[in-house]
């Protein structure tokens, strides 16, 4: 193994006592990475710990202390590192280090990491029965690592699939999250296909198999989500934004006298059942609302005028838009490629004239105009749809003429518009 210097540094600062590393420090090492994080066991006392890590702190039994960036979690223990090892979740984890002993690997750890393999430690249910969040943690290491779950692990998910159940939606969150985040976002389909997807989010699940039987597309609605998320740019937003967006259509399927299958209003549909489970996963609120507007919006066509592009820009906000193109540029990815390059001109266009207009400052949202809602019902007004109409035909004009967001022109318009 070649061990990175800063943990070399680490042991050096603990001479005369028996230190080991263990778990996901040792895999990454053995991965050629350098850990961020490192648990350790040492048989230094409490009060040297202490000592030579000055900044540390000491909770639950646990001393932390961060040396050239990475954080150590040491136990002041003489500990039996087979006991330890043993207790970890997947036998890539298994493995410790010590700059006395060398490698500690009793459950094939080396074999598993270099075989790219994900395996529970023990192969039978009670490896998940306690803890079933590690069924999703194995699909998530998979899609992050670009492993394969081994055969048994695989069995052992399929049966007890439905213990999912027993976890709260917040902790699976976390695993859900980084697995959206990980190289491989599309790996959620493993989650249907282990069995998983209909107990963790099951109007996902229903998306797979719902056929999409018209010109534009050639997957169902489950695959076409899967192509459309693995074609998204590695950001949290728009991650979710693409895992959703047609979560509807199963709610909105309709066929015509020609077999051709239509989805009416499926944008609709997909907001309200993504804003069920954004809440149900405790998404914070300001990023589920840029999420549900993109979804809102990821069907709507934008023409490569100032004006059309500037009418969208009005519902998403500048930099929202620029997230709109691109989660619209994953959708037509996954869509029928005969049509992509006459889409992907037109968003590409559309995107230039958004970055055009923000950089020449032309106004786009009701903040930017020179009146505000208090200024029309001093020319009375009347709060409500009355000062909402009329904001709105303001707008409109501002965006087709921006040079006519001047206060007094707006305020005489205003009372043109009230006569009305």
């Not at 390059?341 to 949202?365: F, Q």
Request: aromatic share 8%.
């Amino acid at each position: 193994m070649n061990i990175p210097q800063e943990i070399s540094d680490f042991f050096a600062m603990l001479p005369n006592s028996v230190t080991f590393i263990y778990g996901k420090a040792v895999r990454d090492i053995i991965m050629s990475r350098t850990p961020k994080i490192c648990s350790a066991v040492t048989s230094a006392p409490l009060s040297f710990l202490r000592r030579v890590f000055p900044g540390g702190s000491n909770a639950s039994g646990k001393f932390r202390a961060s040396v050239n960036g990475c954080e150590y979690v040491l136990i002041s223990a003489r500990a039996d590192m087979t006991d330890v090892c043993a207790a970890q979740d997947f036998t890539i984890n298994s493995a410790a280090y010590s700059d006395i002993t060398g490698l500690h690997d009793s459950f094939g750890a080396v074999h598993d990491i270099k075989n790219g393999i994900v395996s529970f430690m023990r192969p039978d249910e009670t490896s998940v029965s306690s803890n079933p969040i590690l069924m999703l943690k194995a699909v998530r290491l998979c899609a992050e690592l670009d492993f394969k779950l081994d055969e048994k692990s695989e069995s052992i998910i399929k049966q007890c699939a439905s213990k999912i159940r027993l976890e709260h939606p917040h902790r699976m969150s976390a695993e859900l999250e980084k697995l959206l985040m990980s190289p491989h976002p599309d790996d959620f389909r493993e989650l249907h296909r282990l069995g998983l997807l209909k107990y963790i989010m099951p109007q996902l699940e229903r998306c797979f198999g719902e056929p999409q039987k018209n010109k534009y597309h050639i997957y169902d609605v489950g695959e076409h989500i899967m192509h459309a998320v693995k074609n998204t740019p590695k950001d949290y937003v728009l991650r979710w934004s693409a895992l959703l967006h047609d979560v509807g259509k199963p709610c909105c399927s309709s066929t015509d006298s020609n077999g051709i299958i239509h989805f009416y209003g499926h944008h609709h549909e997909s907001r309200i059942i993504a804003d069920d489970i954004l809440h149900r996963f405790g998404i914070e609120r300001s990023t589920a609302k840029d999420i549900l507007t993109l979804i809102e919006n990821h069907d709507v066509r934008v023409d490569p005028s100032p004006a059309s592009v500037k009418k969208i820009m009005c519902r998403t906000g500048g930099d929202l838009f620029e997230k709109l193109m691109l989660l619209q540029t994953a959708d037509n990815m996954a869509k029928n490629p005969k049509y992509f390059t006459e889409k992907y001109k037109r968003i590409n266009a559309a995107l230039k004239i958004s970055r055009n207009v923000i950089k020449n400052k032309e106004p786009y949202n009701y903040s930017q105009l020179m009146v505000n809602s208090r200024d029309l019902q001093k020319c009375g007004i009347r709060p409500g749809r009355e000062t909402n109409d009329v904001m709105r035909a303001l707008m409109d004009e501002i965006i087709h003429n921006p040079q006519l967001n001047a206060r007094n022109y707006l305020l005489q318009r205003a009372r043109e518009l009230r006569k009305y």
